[in-house]
Protein backbone atom coordinates (compact mmCIF):
# COMPACT_ATOMS: atom_id res chain seq x y z
CA UNK A 1 0.00 0.00 0.00
CA UNK A 2 1.30 3.24 -0.79
CA UNK A 3 1.76 6.24 1.47
CA UNK A 4 -0.59 8.21 -0.31
CA UNK A 5 -3.08 5.78 0.26
CA UNK A 6 -2.23 4.99 4.03
CA UNK A 7 -2.31 8.29 5.31
CA UNK A 8 -5.56 9.16 3.96
CA UNK A 9 -6.69 6.35 5.70
CA UNK A 10 -5.57 6.86 8.60
CA UNK A 11 -6.82 11.00 7.86
CA UNK A 12 -10.48 9.50 7.45
CA UNK A 13 -10.41 6.94 10.80
CA UNK A 14 -9.59 10.73 12.56
CA UNK A 15 -12.60 12.70 10.75
CA UNK A 16 -14.59 9.88 11.60
CA UNK A 17 -13.64 9.71 15.50
CA UNK A 18 -13.72 13.50 15.91
CA UNK A 19 -17.25 13.18 14.11
CA UNK A 20 -18.08 10.73 16.66
CA UNK A 21 -16.88 12.81 19.80
CA UNK A 22 -18.85 15.91 17.86
CA UNK A 23 -22.42 13.89 18.31
CA UNK A 24 -21.54 12.60 21.62
CA UNK A 25 -20.77 16.76 22.76
CA UNK A 26 -24.02 17.41 21.25
CA UNK A 27 -26.31 15.10 22.83
CA UNK A 28 -24.53 15.92 26.48
CA UNK A 29 -25.31 19.22 25.68
CA UNK A 30 -28.64 18.79 25.02
CA UNK A 31 -29.08 16.40 27.67
CA UNK A 32 -27.82 18.86 30.08
CA UNK A 33 -30.31 21.34 28.68
CA UNK A 34 -33.05 19.49 29.75
CA UNK A 35 -32.03 18.25 33.27
CA UNK A 36 -31.30 21.79 33.78
CA UNK A 37 -34.97 22.25 33.00
CA UNK A 38 -36.31 19.96 35.21
CA UNK A 39 -34.19 21.26 38.28
CA UNK A 40 -35.19 24.74 37.71
CA UNK A 41 -38.89 23.37 37.96
CA UNK A 42 -37.81 21.13 40.70
CA UNK A 43 -36.23 24.05 42.74
CA UNK A 44 -38.99 26.21 42.48
CA UNK A 45 -41.82 23.90 43.34
CA UNK A 46 -39.44 23.47 46.78
CA UNK A 47 -39.61 26.88 47.26
CA UNK A 48 -43.70 27.15 46.65
CA UNK A 49 -43.90 24.20 49.62
CA UNK A 50 -41.49 25.20 51.92
CA UNK A 51 -43.19 28.69 52.02
CA UNK A 52 -46.90 26.61 52.64
CA UNK A 53 -45.15 25.34 55.55
CA UNK A 54 -43.60 27.80 57.16
CA UNK A 55 -47.09 30.22 56.72
CA UNK A 56 -49.04 26.68 58.23
CA UNK A 57 -46.39 26.49 61.18
CA UNK A 58 -46.66 29.82 61.76
CA UNK A 59 -50.46 29.82 61.61
CA UNK A 60 -50.09 26.99 64.47
CA UNK A 61 -47.84 29.16 66.87
CA UNK A 62 -50.59 31.86 66.45
CA UNK A 63 -52.84 29.53 67.20
CA UNK A 64 -55.05 30.61 64.45
CA UNK A 65 -56.07 27.12 63.50
Known amino acids: MSDT ?3 AIV ?3 FA ?3 AILGL ?8 HNINTVK ?3 L ?7 ENKIDGHINDHAKGDL
Open 16 to 18: VVV
Open 43 to 49: IRGHDRI
Open 11 to 13: TGG
Open 5 to 7: VLA
Open 24 to 31: FARANKRD
Open 39 to 41: LDT
